[in-house]
Structures are given as structure tokens and as C-alpha cells.
T-cell receptor, first 113, second 115 residues
Framework: DTEVTQTPKHLVMGMTNKKSLKCEQH?????MYWYKQKAKKPPELMFV???????INESVPSRFSPECPNSSLLNLHLHALQPEDSALYLC????????????FGSGTRLTVV | AQTVTQSQPEMSVQEAETVTLSCTYD???????LFWYKQPPSRQMILVIR????KQQNATENRFSVNFQKAAKSFSLKISDSQLGDTAMYFC????WGTGNQFYFGTGTSLTVIP
């Protein structure tokens, strides 16, 4: 298995809703990442987990809450989002060191209404 | 801080022709990695090619090759025999060795292959 699987592919949520994005990989990677990407822009790093521990938080608002329950699974919990949070959310994984690059999922397209 | 610059926001190429996408970066590090990622309309970021800074030999992957000029801090991507499936956004990325895996992405080049 050489894939990173993200669910759901599309999500529409209201500003008072609580939802979660899910990311799963079975490549034995011990580093996992959440990126936010606006249209025609590069991905922006949000969080890095290494060996299931949060190692980087790029000053992301608390309405985004990451969770890494095990080495294969990464969640992003969403609560009280704003319309400007609408974006493509990409999950990626890599071996620690990332010398061979990341493997990305196909993303969740999030729309906040 | 590391910066990665892609000076060509949009490019187009005729099918079967060759195109070169430019990328420059700024760093004081000596050990690092460089990558080109492709993002087609399907959204998934796909690794095209990687280069280790300590290797002088330019990386090649089938129709894709790079021109890595370490002194000039330049890392261009050449696509030969362009195909319609090469239509995508292309991002250049930099990663310092041993820094916890953080990538620095360029602003991207939108490439269109014209039939």
C-alpha cells in the first residue's frame, strides 16, 4: 500500500458545526502532516506529527485541533470555523527525515458557509 | 529563513515539445534536498523528481530531468516530449537536512500542454 487516504473528499459545514477530517497511511511512515492550500497557491504547513507526537504547530488557530491516535492515523478536528478557512486540506506522510519526500493524499475540499 | 522562487506563474508548451520550469532558492545551508511536485486538477501532489544537494549529478526520471546549479542556487525542471497528462501546477520545494522535515514550497508554475 503506497497511498495516503483522506476522507471525506468534500465537506460543507456551517460556522457552528463540529466536523473531523481523517487521514490514513499504511506505509510505516512515522511522520505525518497537515497542510492547508488555497486555490493556485502553494500548500501551507499547519501541523507535523513525528512518532505520534506533535512536533510542529505553525501558529494555527485553536479552532483546528489535530490528533494522532496511532502511527497510521491522523485526524483534524474542526470547530467554529470561519468562511476564510475554506480551502483544500492536504495530509501527507513520510519517513522521519523526509529525504525521499512526502506522499500526499488527494485532499479534502472544505467549504465553510 | 529559506525562500523558494518560481518566476514563471504560467507556461504553455505544445504536445511533444520540451519545456523548462525555473526555480531558485536562497539558503545558507550546505546539506539539503530539492524536489519538484506536480499537482494536476485531481488535486493530489505527486513527487516528480528529487535532488540531493551533495550530489553533483543531475537527477533524471524518464522524461523529467533537472539542471541543478548549486552555486547559483538554481534547480530547473525539464520536461521532454510533453504529454497532455503533464498539464498541472508544478511546485519546487526545498528541505534542509535534519530539520524535522519541513518543506519550503515555491509559489508554483501552472503548465498547460496544448494538443
Amino acid at each position: 500500500d503506497t497511498e495516503v487516504t483522506q476522507t471525506p473528499k468534500h465537506l460543507v459545514m456551517g460556522m457552528t458545526n463540529k466536523k473531523s477530517l481523517k487521514c490514513e497511511q499504511h506505509m510505516g511512515h512515522r511522520a505525518m502532516y497537515w497542510y492547508k492550500q488555497k486555490a493556485k497557491k502553494p500548500p501551507e504547513l499547519m501541523f507535523v506529527y513525528s512518532y505520534e507526537k506533535l512536533s510542529i504547530n505553525e501558529s494555527v488557530p485553536s479552532r483546528f485541533s489535530p490528533e494522532c491516535p496511532n502511527s497510521s492515523l491522523l485526524n483534524l478536528h474542526l470547530h467554529a470555523l470561519q468562511p476564510e478557512d475554506s480551502a483544500l486540506y492536504l495530509c501527507a506522510s513520510s519517513h522521519w527525515g523526509a529525504n525521499y519526500g512526502y506522499t500526499f493524499g488527494s485532499g479534502t475540499r472544505l467549504t465553510v458557509v | 529563513a529559506q525562500t523558494v522562487t518560481q518566476s514563471q506563474p504560467e507556461m504553455s508548451v505544445q504536445e511533444a515539445e520540451t519545456v523548462t520550469l525555473s526555480c531558485t532558492y536562497d539558503t545558507s545551508e550546505n546539506n539539503y534536498y530539492l524536489f519538484w511536485y506536480k499537482q494536476p486538477p485531481s488535486r493530489q501532489m505527486i513527487l516528480v523528481i528529487r535532488q540531493e544537494a551533495y550530489k553533483q549529478q543531475n537527477a533524471t526520471e524518464n522524461r523529467f530531468s533537472v539542471n541543478f546549479q548549486k552555486a547559483a542556487k538554481s534547480f530547473s525542471l525539464k520536461i521532454s516530449d510533453s504529454q497532455l497528462g503533464d498539464t498541472a501546477m508544478y511546485f519546487c520545494a526545498f528541505m534542509r537536512w535534519g530539520t524535522g522535515n519541513q518543506f519550503y514550497f515555491g509559489t508554483g508554475t501552472s503548465l498547460t500542454v496544448i494538443p
